[in-house]
C-alpha cells in the first residue's frame, strides 16, 4: 500500500514539474516578443534582456531532460542554470517596477512612452511569475531527485548474505 502511494505521489509531483517548467516556456517566449515589439532590433539592455529569456527556456528544457534522463551531471546544469535565471528575473522585475522610464531609456525604444511603459509592465509581471516558478521548479526537481535517490536504494541497496566459500582469497575474511 505504501509503495503504490509513493509512486503515486512520484508521479504527480513529475507532472507538476512538466506543468510548471511548460509554463516558463511560454512564459519567456512572451516576454522576449514583448521585449522584441518594443524595438525590432533590440538595444543592447534589450539584447541582455532577451538573452535572459532564451537561458530561462534552456533552463526549462534541461530540467525536462534532466528528470528523464536521470544523470547527475543534467541535474546540476539544471540546478545552476535555474538558480543563475531566478536571479537575474528578480533582479529585472525589480529594475523595471522601480525605474520603469530609465529601462526604457536604456531599452531605446520606438513606441510612445506611455503605451513602452505598459509593454514594460507586462513583461515585469512575467519575471516576476518566471521568478516564482523558477523556484517552485528548484523545489520540485529536488524532491524528484530526492525519491529518485529513495527509490534507488530501496531497489539496489539491499544487503544480501553470501556465500563466503565462492569469494576469492583476498575477499575472504
Not at 517566449?29 to 534589450?46: N, Q
Not at 537561458?55 to 536521470?70: D, L, M, R
Not at 525605474?99 to 531605446?108: I, R, V
Request: some cysteine; glycine content about 8%; hydrophobic content about 50%.
Amino acid at each position: 500500500m505504501g509503495l503504490s502511494s509513493d509512486a503515486q505521489s512520484h508521479y504527480k509531483t513529475h507532472k507538476f514539474f512538466l506543468i510548471c517548467n511548460y509554463i516558463l516556456l511560454g512564459a519567456a517566449s512572451s516576454c522576449i516578443f514583448l521585449t522584441l515589439s518594443l524595438r525590432l532590433f533590440p538595444s543592447v539592455a534589450g539584447a541582455l534582456l532577451v538573452l535572459l529569456h532564451i537561458g530561462t527556456i534552456v533552463g526549462a528544457i534541461s530540467g525536462c531532460n534532466a528528470v528523464s534522463a536521470g544523470s547527475n551531471r543534467w541535474y546540476a546544469a539544471h540546478m545552476v542554470a535555474t538558480v543563475l535565471t531566478a536571479i537575474f528575473q528578480g533582479s529585472v522585475s525589480v529594475l523595471i517596477f522601480t525605474t520603469t522610464s530609465n529601462f526604457l531609456g536604456a531599452l531605446k525604444s520606438y513606441v510612445r512612452e506611455d503605451d513602452a511603459a505598459v509593454i514594460l509592465k507586462m513583461a515585469g509581471g512575467l519575471c516576476v511569475l518566471m521568478f516564482c516558478l523558477e523556484w517552485l521548479v528548484l523545489t520540485l526537481a529536488f524532491f524528484l531527485r530526492y525519491y529518485a535517490v529513495m527509490e534507488g536504494s530501496r531497489n539496489g541497496g539491499k544487503v544480501q548474505a553470501e556465500d563466503p566459500k565462492g569469494w576469492t582469497p583476498p575477499f575472504h575474511v
